[in-house]
């Protein structure tokens, strides 16, 4: 993807012949069955080539840690490596219709948005190795940033179409983001934007300005940290990136963001066709019934207010209170199951011996005895030998 790189970029067609994994529904699978499924092994080969960022990325990256568990690297792509990125995002998220909906809009139109979540190599063959490359590039300056090693087996792709909506305060700890603390990948395209964390609500906040080609990685003691994308810049579109989406998407081809995030969930594989993975692009039967009876908007108003009234039952009956609903509910009933945070990280302090006593007491402690033992011996001479 660098200019060090000699591969040459796959041609669509070539790709689209490329073998796709397997795609089981969703339905009929049960947890257990799902954990029996045989797992291909995620972690990663000390000797495997691929894995080698000065051939993927950028040789002008630079890497800072603004947290720890927290690698940025400004410039990890080059204009080529860019341009590859948003060629496959575009040829699964727009020519494989992943971010549409059956009508040809986005699939989430109140963000404006595209979104599809599938197993890295359905995106492309060079997703995971993209994904390798930027593991071991924030490992070798910041170790911390990945304690399991795992490559990661799945691709969040988020195409903003317009600039106006970021996303909210949250935490990757769904169902869909993996269980253990091997770090999100998270690569930038198109205009800029603040990123901002914190590990709690009360916490203070971290910004960094994500630019195109930016890959920001978050893993170990940052795994669960609280994200929020704001401020996203009009006018910083890279010119070499206009040109690509041209006539091929909704909206000012200067003015979008594409953001591909990388993830290791192995328990899902198998699972991509299944209507967790397509969310609002994959419908249930209900969503689908209704939206030939009534329209696609009130199918999508109905599986909300279903959604909603599911949380809030649940919230009632497990926690005896009313749900806030979205990220920022802080309430029992949206507490996240898995998450860990920075403070699981820190070793206790260890017992410290107590401080010597004062000086004055170690000097009564030592004459206190000897002063007592010559007292005494004058008293008993005085009572023995008659006062005298
Ligand atoms: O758009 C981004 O940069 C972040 C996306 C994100 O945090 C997510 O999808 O969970
Ligand atoms: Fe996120």
């Known amino acids: 993807m660098s200019s060090t790189n000699t591969a040459t970029p796959s041609s669509p067609s070539a790709v689209d012949a490329a073998p796709q994994p397997s795609s089981t529904p969703t339905g009929n699978i049960s947890r257990d069955a799902v954990d ?34 927290v690698v940025l690297l400004k410039n990890a792509l080059d204009e080529a490596g ?10 699964h998220g727009i020519d494989r219709k992943a971010w549409l909906d059956a009508d040809g809009a986005l699939n989430a139109p109140r963000q404006f ?4 979540y599938d197993a890295v190599e359905a995106v492309d063959p060079r997703a995971g190795a993209l994904s390798d490359a930027l593991q071991e590039a924030a490992r070798r300056a910041y170790k911390e940033v990945d304690p399991v090693g795992a490559s990661t087996t ?3 792709m988020l195409f903003y179409a317009k600039l106006e909506r970021g996303l909210g305060w949250h935490r990757d700890n769904g169902r869909s983001d993996g269980r253990d603390l091997t770090p999100v990948v998270s690569l930038s395209l198109g205009a800029a934007c603040s990123f901002r964390m914190k590990h709690g609500p009360n916490d203070p906040e971290t910004t960094v300005v994500l630019e195109s080609g930016d890959a920001i990685l978050f893993g170990g003691p940052a795994r669960h940290i609280m994200h929020a994308v704001t ?45 967790r993975f397509h969310i609002l692009g994959s419908p249930t039967a209900t969503f689908v019934a209704t939206a030939r009876e009534k329209g696609l908007a009130a199918a999508r108003a109905e599986a909300n207010a279903r959604k909603l009234a599911r949380k809030q039952k649940k919230a009632r009956r497990r926690f005896g209170t009313d749900c806030a609903l979205g990220a920022g509910c802080d309430r029992p009933c949206c507490a996240p199951r898995t998450t860990r ?12 011996p107590p401080p010597p006593p004062p000086a004055y ?11 007592l033992g010559v007292g005494a011996a004058r008293v008993a001479r005085w009572v023995f030998e008659g006062g005298a």
């Open 341 to 352: 945070t920075h403070l699981d990280f820190v070793k206790p302090a260890e017992e410290e």
């Open 113 to 116: 948005r595209g979104r599809c």
């Open 36 to 69: 029996a499924m045989p797992q291909p092994s995620t972690q990663k080969d000390d000797a495997d080539e691929t894995c080698d960022p000065d051939a993927l990325l950028s040789p002008d990256r630079v890497a800072s840690s603004p947290l720890p568990g």
């Open 231 to 275: 401020d996203l810049q009009k006018g910083t579109c890279p010119a070499h990136l206009r040109d690509m989406v041209r006539g091929r998407v909704p909206g000012d081809p200067a003015e979008w963001r594409l953001n591909l995030t990388w993830r290791h969930a192995p328990e899902l594989r198998g699972l991509e066709g299944g209507d």
């Open 82 to 91: 860019q341009r590859e990125a948003l060629a496959w995002a575009l040829r």
């Open 154 to 156: 799945h691709l969040l």
């Open 361 to 371: 007491l170690m000097v009564l402690y030592l004459v206190g005895p000897v002063a």
